[in-house]
């Protein structure tokens, strides 16, 4: 399909944010930012132990294309563009630290594309406010941290968001063809994207009926529907993770949204959040002014945008959560660039650089504390101490209980080069040689009891792996070894994680 042409004499007049000269200052600016989300991003990069999620990623890309494609048809579509990325990365090595430098890419590449989207929403100052935003927040530093596709999620919904405000202020072949791909990926990266186009389309009634140009508009979304809508079916018909969960994640409430909104805030805080809330009211009460003085117009449109962007993914997937658990703050990760522009622009409307510089300042050294207290004081589940533990005391003929079944993915994965240890211990749940348990056979459940009198009747010795699941519940099941097996190992790790040892009586 072929993007329309409109000469730029068609257009009813810029956005705010058109070029300015001084661009080479600008240019420094910016990667100097990058560069920090870079030095950000590797500082202990391997230092935290993967948890569950990242072990699926290893799990789901060490494979062929071929099972990869049928993985993704059967039961793993969403961040589909995450996984067939690192398909071919995970050739260079499978270490923690080889797995996510992508991810570190993903977020030094969100800083241009997050000032993109303020330039063109509203001006040179708001995109290197915004840029700055980024770069400090202790947020982007902890996903880029991880195998996941999240600082994937927010490069493409910063890009798409600015190539839509391009389209609108100069459209272009170029202009129409970089939205239609950088939505195209969005919603490969993440089905969430989804949310950031319906906010996209609903802004559009706070543009005059003038600025619009439906044919172009409307051929770019069919352009997208046919690109993506097969896979966007596929993936939303697919009994994912969040069924399997219900029973583990209850209802959302308002602390959860409290928390979702501190987390794109940067997770540095109530100061932090404080600020973006100030900087976001500012620009809102600007925007009112606006609006009273002209109606619809572009300058209005940009801050229904970002508004749009952000609450609408917040409500749809809160509403959502009371039937099928969704309601995670790394799934929203689709909102940060439009709070964080949102905040960027409030802050630009500080006309003083006497007052703005000290409260950027400010910004900063509440962010560092946010960066340093996830390098420092956030817990992952620390599989790779636990599996450590238990390799130093296996004895040949063991047994092992995964509650639930799906932990035995990170034994896979820390186990992967240690023949020895495998060799001594047999997973009696699940019952599965090692190798033979990989994303897609997961079934999220406790063994049950009679499966664990089974294994108590094979094994002298049972190793018991606990973590995302109810400790009360596994405990209250394991007195049923009481007859049979004493318990002589109890030990806890980071992330709520324990590793129980029984030998019989």
Do not use: C
Request: glycine fraction near 8%.
């Amino acid at each position: 399909m072929s993007a329309p042409t409109v000469s730029p004499s068609a257009t009813t007049g810029p956005l705010p944010g058109a070029p300015i000269r001084g661009r080479s200052l600008t240019r420094w600016v910016v990667a100097g930012q990058m560069l920090l989300v870079a030095v950000l991003g590797l500082a202990w990069l391997g230092d935290k132990s993967f948890w569950i999620d990242e072990a699926y990623t290893w799990s789901t890309v060490s494979r062929g294309f071929g099972d990869l494609v049928e993985l993704m048809l059967d039961s793993e579509a969403n961040a589909a563009l995450h996984s067939l990325l690192l398909l071919g990365w995970v050739r260079v090595g499978d270490s923690e630290v080889v797995l996510r430098l992508p991810s570190v890419l993903f977020a030094v590449l969100s800083v241009p594309a997050v000032y993109l989207l303020a330039r063109r929403l509203f001006d040179e100052r708001t995109g290197l406010i915004a840029g700055f935003l980024v770069a400090v927040s202790a947020t982007m530093v902890e996903f880029a941290q991880e195998a996941r596709s999240y600082t994937l999620v927010v490069l493409f919904a910063a890009l798409s968001g600015a190539f839509l405000a391009a389209e609108l202020r100069e459209p272009t072949r170029r202009t129409w063809w970089g939205w239609v791909v950088a939505s195209t990926l969005l919603l490969y990266a993440h089905v969430y994207g989804a949310f950031v186009l319906l906010a996209q389309a609903v802004s559009l009634l706070f543009l005059p009926p003038a600025a619009l140009r439906w044919r172009r508009l409307l051929g770019a979304g069919a352009a997208v529907a046919v690109a993506a809508g097969p896979y966007l079916l596929v993936a939303l018909l697919q009994d994912g993770w969040a069924a399997h969960y219900e029973e583990f994640l209850p209802a959302p409430g308002l602390a959860d949204v409290r928390r979702i909104v501190a987390t794109l805030a940067g997770s540095s805080g109530s100061v932090m959040v404080a600020v973006y809330g100030l900087a976001s009211l500012g620009a809102l009460a600007s925007t009112w002014m606006a609006w009273r003085r002209r109606g619809r117009s572009r300058e209005v449109w940009a801050h229904a945008l970002l508004v749009a962007w952000i609450v609408l993914p917040l409500v749809i997937v809160f509403v959502l959560s009371s039937s099928v658990a969704t309601f995670q703050p790394r799934h929203l990760l689709v909102s940060l660039p439009a709070l964080v522009v949102l905040g960027a622009r409030g802050l630009a409307l500080v006309g003083s650089p006497r007052l703005l510089v000290p409260i950027l300042v400010g910004v900063a050294l509440v962010a560092a504390w946010g960066v340093r207290r996830y390098y420092v004081d956030v817990e992952k589940t620390d599989f790779r101490a636990g599996t450590a533990f238990v390799a130093e005391r296996a004895q040949e003929g063991d047994g092992m209980l995964f509650a639930l079944d799906e932990n035995l993915l990170l034994f896979e994965y820390y186990l992967r080069d240690d023949p020895a240890t495998r060799a001594k211990l047999t997973p009696a749940f699940p019952d599965v040689a090692w190798g033979g348990y990989r994303t897609g056979d997961q079934m999220l459940r406790l063994f049950t009891e009679e499966e664990l009198l089974e294994a108590s009747e094979r094994f002298d010795r049972l190793w018991v792996v606990l973590s995302f699941a109810e400790p009360g519940e596994v405990r209250a099941r394991l007195e049923l070894l009481e007859p049979t097996h004493e318990l002589v190992d109890d030990r806890r790790f980071d992330g709520d994680f324990w590793v129980l040892r029984y030998e019989r009586a």
